[in-house]
């Protein structure tokens, strides 16, 4: 997507920082996907409502896990039939909503049972599982094991009798874990799915794979097999519907997958400096723009524009280099590792002026970008149809301020 900027006036219209989407992308992601029976976005990895408007044509559906994200997704026109509200604890804004607009919730804990039980027995409903294992990238978005807050142990055993005591309607079993291209540890999910349908004895309508399907951040990553992954599941799920005796739907809730390769953030250099040996590179752009870096020590390849140049520099020389943002904060280095500690990048040599490129930033971007220092929220950019759209405007100080008036 990286041969747009030649069409893009960075200098002018579109000056750094800025999110920038090519949807192109999101639809062949989407498409990779078509053999689940139900694809059903994460929409906290990319939560533009011009980008859900889209997803929804190609027949996708949404999962929702605040108030804001329900009310995003109905505005995008999305049916509350295809909408699943998934939590371990709810507000009563949240609860009132759901109730209202009969939104199926996808249930993390006892105590949400019973909240959603005294007002709305026969609620339909999915159970999100701990099977007592878990998997991720970083110890902070392990979803599953002891550790984690998220689902409901595996063996509790007052889970069956609160679902019969308010008559709820079991839609579906949930066990959202992760395990991107370890395949072995995607044969425990899908085992830990059979077992918990043998455990639980009773008729569903549906299993969700969860999310947690990568996407190569370096080159030396390994790019996740679509077909094995699915026949996996699809293995289980022929197994699930033996057992119950009537075919099961098999739903996938891709996030990042789908949206963050799709994805840039452009940035321009601001001041470089020596400091001792070492060279820092000072951004337009911080962490409360792009956080990944700084929370999970998460690694985006950096590319070089040099100014008034609409391509990317391949040169061959480069330096060791630090890059850093513009907040008043140690820790805005987005060259980290995930302990804290400067990581040096090796980059083509910049001056004030160039702009640097983060990649595959379509995902846990934009939607986990703060005010932090008052900074303002920057603008999304989307290339559709062969033309670049301005979906979310930069914000204003009016803007900023508004709330505390």
Same mark, same amino acid.
């Given at each position: 997507?990286?041969?747009?900027?030649?069409? =893009?006036?960075?200098?002018?219209?579109?000056?750094?920082?800025?999110?920038?989407?090519? %949807?192109?992308?999101?639809?062949?992601?989407?498409?990779?996907?078509?053999?689940?029976?139900?694809?059903?976005?994460? +929409?906290?990895?990319?939560?533009?409502?011009?980008?859900?408007?889209?997803?929804?044509?190609?027949?996708? +559906?949404?999962?929702?896990?605040?108030?804001?994200?329900?009310?995003?997704?109905?505005?995008?026109?999305?049916?509350?039939?295809?909408?699943?509200?998934?939590?371990?604890? &709810?507000?009563?804004?949240?609860?009132?909503?759901?109730?209202?607009?009969?939104?199926?919730?996808?249930?993390?804990?006892?105590?949400?049972?019973? +909240?959603?039980?005294?007002?709305?027995?026969?609620?339909?409903?999915?159970?999100?599982? #701990?099977?007592?294992?878990?998997?991720?990238?970083?110890?902070?978005?392990?979803? @599953?094991?002891?550790?984690?807050?998220?689902?409901?142990?595996?063996?509790?055993? *007052?889970?069956?009798?609160?679902?019969?005591?308010?008559?709820?309607?079991?839609? @579906?079993?949930?066990?959202?874990?992760?395990?991107?291209?370890?395949?072995?540890?995607?044969?425990?999910?899908?085992?830990?799915?059979?077992? +918990?349908?043998?455990? =639980?004895?009773?008729?569903?309508?549906?299993?969700?794979?969860?999310?947690?399907? *990568?996407?190569?951040?370096?080159?030396?990553?390994?790019?996740?097999?679509?077909?094995?992954?699915?026949?996996?599941?699809?293995? &289980?799920?022929?197994?699930?519907?033996?057992?119950?005796?009537?075919?099961?739907?098999?739903?996938?809730?891709?996030?990042?997958?789908?949206?963050?390769? *799709?994805?840039?953030?452009?940035?321009?250099?601001?001041?470089?400096?020596?400091?001792?040996?070492?060279?820092?590179?000072?951004?337009?752009?911080?962490?409360?723009?792009?956080?990944?870096?700084?929370?999970?020590?998460?690694?985006?390849?950096?590319?070089?524009?040099?100014?008034?140049?609409?391509? &990317?520099?391949?040169?061959? %020389?480069?330096?060791?280099?630090?890059?850093? @943002?513009?907040?008043?904060?140690?820790?805005?280095?987005?060259?980290?590792?995930?302990?804290?500690?400067?990581?040096?990048?090796?980059?083509?040599?910049?001056?004030?002026?160039?702009?640097?490129?983060?990649?595959?930033?379509?995902?846990? @971007?934009?939607?986990?970008?703060?005010?932090? #220092?008052?900074?303002?929220?920057?603008?999304?950019?989307? %290339?559709?149809?062969?033309?670049?759209?301005?979906?979310?405007?930069?914000?204003?100080?009016?803007?900023?301020?508004?709330?505390?008036?």
């Amino acid at each position: 997507m990286y041969n747009f900027f030649k069409n =893009i006036n960075l200098n002018k219209k579109y000056s750094g920082p800025f999110w920038l989407y090519n %949807f192109n992308i999101i639809k062949k992601k989407i498409l990779k996907l078509k053999k689940f029976d139900i694809i059903r976005f994460a +929409q906290k990895s990319c939560s533009n409502i011009n980008i859900l408007k889209l997803i929804k044509k190609y027949n996708v +559906q949404i999962d929702s896990v605040s108030y804001g994200e329900l009310n995003r997704a109905i505005n995008s026109g999305f049916n509350r039939k295809n909408i699943i509200f998934t939590s371990d604890i &709810i507000d009563y804004d949240t609860l009132k909503k759901i109730v209202k607009l009969k939104i199926t919730v996808n249930i993390g804990s006892i105590d949400m049972l019973h +909240q959603l039980g005294k007002i709305s027995p026969k609620h339909k409903i999915w159970i999100r599982i #701990n099977p007592g294992f878990g998997h991720g990238h970083n110890e902070k978005t392990n979803t @599953g094991g002891e550790n984690s807050k998220h689902g409901i142990w595996y063996n509790d055993k *007052s889970l069956y009798g609160i679902i019969k005591k308010y008559n709820f309607k079991l839609c @579906g079993i949930h066990i959202h874990i992760g395990s991107g291209v370890d395949y072995k540890h995607l044969k425990n999910v899908c085992y830990a799915m059979m077992n +918990q349908i043998l455990y =639980i004895n009773k008729s569903i309508k549906s299993i969700s794979a969860g999310g947690g399907l *990568s996407i190569p951040y370096k080159k030396k990553d390994r790019i996740i097999n679509i077909k094995n992954y699915f026949n996996l599941w699809n293995n &289980i799920r022929n197994k699930i519907s033996n057992y119950l005796g009537k075919k099961i739907t098999l739903e996938i809730e891709p996030g990042r997958f789908l949206t963050a390769e *799709s994805g840039i953030l452009v940035t321009q250099v601001k001041s470089v400096k020596f400091i001792k040996n070492k060279y820092f590179v000072l951004i337009d752009a911080g962490f409360n723009d792009l956080l990944r870096p700084v929370m999970y020590g998460s690694y985006h390849k950096i590319s070089v524009i040099k100014k008034k140049i609409s391509y &990317i520099n391949k040169s061959t %020389f480069r330096v060791p280099t630090i890059v850093g @943002g513009p907040l008043c904060e140690s820790g805005d280095i987005f060259t980290q590792n995930s302990n804290g500690k400067i990581k040096i990048r090796f980059l083509p040599k910049v001056s004030p002026g160039d702009y640097l490129i983060f990649h595959n930033t379509g995902a846990y @971007g934009s939607s986990m970008s703060s005010n932090y #220092n008052s900074r303002l929220l920057i603008p999304e950019i989307l %290339f559709y149809k062969n033309k670049f759209k301005i979906i979310r405007k930069k914000q204003n100080i009016k803007d900023l301020l508004k709330l505390e008036n």
